[in-house]
């Protein structure tokens, strides 16, 4: 079945350390991938998208390329800051009317 | 981007009792809109899928005599715990969607819903 496999936390980083969670997808189709982010006690938000083979999603300095080669879709960021501590899903989208499937997150911890 | 809001943020609730839980989406129509369980440190556990208009479709392993899950309008999901028990505590999200197409879902806050 379809599914999302992440690099197991947690990340601990320095402030302006780079960045790389890997993500990888198991899918039928062409899905759309996404990452969230959820900071503690909070839900979850849209960081970056993409909807197909090539795209890069990017906000707020993260980015993240659509592989279909590798069936991969990593977040990167060039200079985290200690407020990117938080908690970053990948998620795939397949079909109309289904839900998100989420990889199991990855804890992102940056000290000053 | 479309704003979902969900009610109440954390909710502590006796052993027995039930409480509902509030999913609305405030400036989009949200034909179907989803419902997630998070516990500690983990990621979102689909609980179900609800259509406007249609009983909800439970994933395996969720009892939906348990959880129950009202979509009686294109702008509001309930979901009801009813009989809550100490390990029903979690922390519930709800999703929605905007037609057919979703090209992203947009969350509510989530509620921390605590049963002493």
């Known amino acids: 079945g379809d599914s999302v496999t992440q690099m197991e936390g947690p990340v601990t980083l320095s402030e302006e350390a780079f960045l790389t969670i890997n993500c990888t997808y198991t899918?039928?189709?062409?899905?759309?991938l996404f990452w969230y982010v959820q900071y503690p006690g909070e839900g979850l938000q849209l960081l970056l998208k993409?909807?197909?083979?090539?795209d890069k999603g990017s906000n707020k300095g993260f980015e993240a390329t659509y592989r279909k080669e590798t069936t991969s879709f990593h977040l990167e960021k060039g200079s985290v800051q200690v407020s990117d501590s938080a908690v970053y899903f990948c998620?795939?989208?397949?079909?109309?009317?289904?839900?998100?499937?989420f990889g199991k997150g990855t804890t992102l911890s940056v000290s000053s | 981007g479309a704003v979902v809001s969900q009610h109440p943020s954390r909710v502590i609730c006796k052993s027995g009792t039930s409480v509902k839980i509030e999913c609305r989406s405030l400036?989009?129509?949200?034909?179907?809109m989803f419902w997630y369980r998070q516990f500690p440190k983990q990621s979102l556990m689909l609980m179900a899928t609800?259509?406007?208009?249609?009983?909800?479709?439970?994933e395996q392993g969720v009892e939906k005599d348990k959880f129950l899950i009202n979509h009686a309008s294109l702008t509001l999901s309930t979901l009801t715990v009813t009989s809550a028990h100490p390990e029903d505590s979690s922390f519930y999200i709800c999703?929605?969607?905007?037609?057919?197409?979703?090209?992203?879902?947009?969350f509510g806050q989530g509620t921390r819903l605590t049963v002493v």
């Open positions: 999703s929605a969607g905007t037609g057919a197409i979703i090209t992203e879902a947009f």
């Open positions: 899918a039928t189709g062409y899905p759309s």
């Open positions: 993409a909807t197909k083979a090539d």
């Open positions: 998620a795939l989208w397949v079909q109309a009317g289904t839900a998100l499937i």
């Open positions: 400036d989009f129509q949200a034909t179907t």
């Open positions: 609800s259509n406007e208009g249609s009983k909800a479709t439970y």
